[in-house]
Structures are given as structure tokens and as C-alpha cells.
């Protein structure tokens, strides 16, 4: 059997600050399969943006294991996680993190650039992502001319422009209005389901995280909830 995506065991994040110790993930035990749409749910400080951030090996846990594609990320190289970040992880932020002067082609452009591709091939497989997000006759804008909801098109068509196996979407719709937010999520799982692209989104907004077909719950750094509405089984591990 092949290895799962992900497999984190005991997976934990501490930080110090001022004498005290703050479990921001607290032993995470998960497994999440390739292809699958996810969403992390939880208030304020829960530790979400702290688990994503294992998840995309942007940190490394203070203790536990978390393994992706069966290797686990502790003994990887500072080269290995980078090249990781680049080819196998696509990150999308609440607040877009467009580059202010460049277009929004450049942007999508930036995002590949590191992968050394050819300039020609470059721009074509940029106006392309841009065409799927819908911006192809916005590609000359920079952000300051887009809405909301086109910037953060910008920032997905960036993310899935080198084919990561993993888009890691970090409160994506926070700073949208609900109409932007919902249609953002249903580009997002549209494409990735076209890509075969894994989605983990996490979210406070318990709505957008109604469209996840799993829902993880996070609660003070520990997940306290699991619901898979593929498994019909009563799921024995939650505590809420
Ligand atoms: P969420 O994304 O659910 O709002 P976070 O993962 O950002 O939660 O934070 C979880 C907890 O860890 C919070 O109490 C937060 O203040 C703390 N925290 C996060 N990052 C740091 C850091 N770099 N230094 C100290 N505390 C942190
Ligand atoms: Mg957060």
C-alpha cells in the first residue's frame, strides 16, 4: 500500500515567550490522503495557521513527526524542505502577499521563476493559470487595479502554477465579502479537483468549511474534532 500524503504523529509546536510556554499545536495525530479537500476549523489562536505551517514545512514541530509522501520532514535538509516548498506545496494567504509593483502575470511569474523555466514557457504556462482562474484579460494589472476577490485569483493562479501536489490556503476568503469568499472556495476546489491537487484550507468561518467534505477542528493547539462525511462510520475519536 502506498504511503499516505501526510502522516503526523504526536506532531507539536511550542514556542517560549516571556517564561512561558504556549502549546500552539499540541500532539496532532493525522492522517490525510492525496486528493483530498480538507478544511481547519477552530477560534482565534487555535493553532491553525501554526499546523499549516507544519503541514507546508514552512516550521519544523519542537516534537512528533510529520511525514509527507512517506519522509519524514525532520530529516530533510534545509535544501530538500526548500525544494519541497517549491515544487510540492502551493501557499495562499489571507492577505493575497501580491507583489504591489509587479502585474498580475509577473506575479504568477515569480511564483515559477525559481524552477528554471525557459522565459517563453514561462509566460505561456502564466497567461494559461491566469486564463483558468478567469483573469487572462487582466494580466497587465497590478494589484492596486484588482479587487479583492481577482487578487486573490491571482494568488491561487500563482499557488497551482507549478503543479504542487499540496495548495496550503491560509484563512483565504478573511479579507473578502461572502459573495468573493464563496465564489474564491468554488474556484479553488474546481481546479484542484481538475488538477488533482490536495486542498487544506483553514478557516474560522465555519460556512466555507461546510463545503469540505472533511472537517478537522481545532481546539487551544489540540484536534478535538474529525468529521469525514465519506466515513459513515460514527468517528470514535471525537471529543467535542
Ligand atoms: P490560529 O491560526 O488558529 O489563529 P495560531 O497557529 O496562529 O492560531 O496560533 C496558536 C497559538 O500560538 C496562539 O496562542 C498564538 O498566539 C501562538 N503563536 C503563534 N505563533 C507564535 C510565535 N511565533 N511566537 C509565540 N507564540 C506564537
Ligand atoms: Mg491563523
Given at each position: 500500500?502506498?504511503?499516505?500524503?501526510y502522516?503526523?504523529?504526536?506532531?507539536?509546536?511550542?514556542f517560549?515567550?516571556?517564561?512561558?510556554?504556549?502549546r500552539?499545536?499540541?500532539?496532532?495525530?493525522?492522517?490525510?490522503?492525496?486528493?483530498?479537500?480538507?478544511?481547519?476549523e477552530?477560534?482565534?489562536?487555535?493553532?491553525?495557521?501554526?499546523?499549516?505551517?507544519l503541514?507546508?514545512?514552512?516550521?519544523?514541530?519542537?516534537?512528533?513527526?510529520?511525514?509527507?509522501e512517506?519522509?519524514?520532514?525532520?530529516?530533510?535538509?534545509?535544501?530538500?524542505?526548500?525544494?519541497?516548498?517549491?515544487?510540492?506545496?502551493g501557499?495562499?494567504?489571507?492577505?493575497?502577499?501580491?507583489?504591489?509593483?509587479?502585474?498580475?502575470?509577473?506575479?504568477?511569474?515569480?511564483?515559477?521563476?525559481?524552477?528554471g523555466?525557459?522565459?517563453?514557457?514561462?509566460?505561456?504556462?502564466s497567461?494559461?493559470?491566469?486564463?483558468?482562474?478567469?483573469?487572462?484579460?487582466?494580466?497587465?494589472?497590478?494589484?492596486?487595479?484588482?479587487?479583492?476577490?481577482?487578487?486573490?485569483?491571482?494568488?491561487?493562479?500563482?499557488?497551482?502554477?507549478?503543479?504542487?501536489?499540496?495548495?496550503?490556503?491560509?484563512?483565504?476568503?478573511?479579507?473578502?465579502?461572502?459573495?468573493?469568499?464563496?465564489?474564491?472556495?468554488?474556484?479553488?476546489t474546481?481546479?484542484?479537483?481538475?488538477?488533482?491537487?490536495?486542498?487544506?484550507v483553514?478557516?474560522?468561518?465555519?460556512?466555507?468549511?461546510?463545503?469540505?467534505?472533511?472537517?478537522?477542528?481545532?481546539?487551544?493547539?489540540?484536534?478535538?474534532?474529525?468529521?469525514?462525511?465519506?466515513?459513515?462510520?460514527?468517528?470514535?475519536?471525537?471529543?467535542?
Amino acid at each position: 500500500m502506498p504511503a499516505p500524503l501526510y502522516e503526523l504523529r504526536g506532531a507539536a509546536k511550542f514556542f517560549q515567550l516571556g517564561g512561558a510556554t504556549i502549546r500552539a499545536v499540541d500532539g496532532v495525530d493525522l492522517t490525510l490522503d492525496a486528493e483530498e479537500f480538507v478544511a481547519i476549523e477552530g477560534p482565534s489562536g487555535s493553532g491553525k495557521t501554526t499546523l499549516l505551517q507544519l503541514l507546508g514545512a514552512l516550521d519544523k514541530p519542537s516534537s512528533g513527526e510529520v511525514h509527507f509522501e512517506g519522509r519524514d520532514l525532520v530529516t530533510l535538509s534545509d535544501g530538500e524542505l526548500a525544494e519541497l516548498r517549491l515544487r510540492s506545496f502551493g501557499f495562499i494567504f489571507q492577505q493575497f502577499n501580491l507583489l504591489s509593483t509587479l502585474t498580475a502575470l509577473q506575479n504568477v511569474e515569480a511564483g515559477l521563476a525559481p524552477l528554471g523555466i525557459a522565459a517563453g514557457e514561462l509566460r505561456e504556462r502564466s497567461l494559461a493559470m491566469l486564463a483558468e482562474v478567469g483573469l487572462r484579460d487582466r494580466s497587465s494589472h497590478l494589484p492596486s487595479q484588482l479587487s479583492g476577490g481577482e487578487q486573490q485569483r491571482v494568488a491561487i493562479a500563482r499557488a497551482l502554477s507549478a503543479s504542487p501536489r499540496v495548495v496550503l490556503a491560509d484563512e483565504p476568503t478573511g479579507n473578502l465579502d461572502s459573495r468573493s469568499g464563496a465564489d474564491i472556495i468554488t474556484l479553488l476546489t474546481g481546479l484542484a479537483s481538475k488538477h488533482g491537487t490536495t486542498i487544506i484550507v483553514a478557516t474560522h468561518d465555519s460556512e466555507l468549511a461546510a463545503k469540505a467534505p472533511r472537517r478537522l477542528n481545532m481546539h487551544d493547539g489540540l484536534l478535538v474534532g474529525d468529521d469525514n462525511v465519506k466515513d459513515a462510520r460514527p468517528n470514535v475519536k471525537r471529543k467535542r
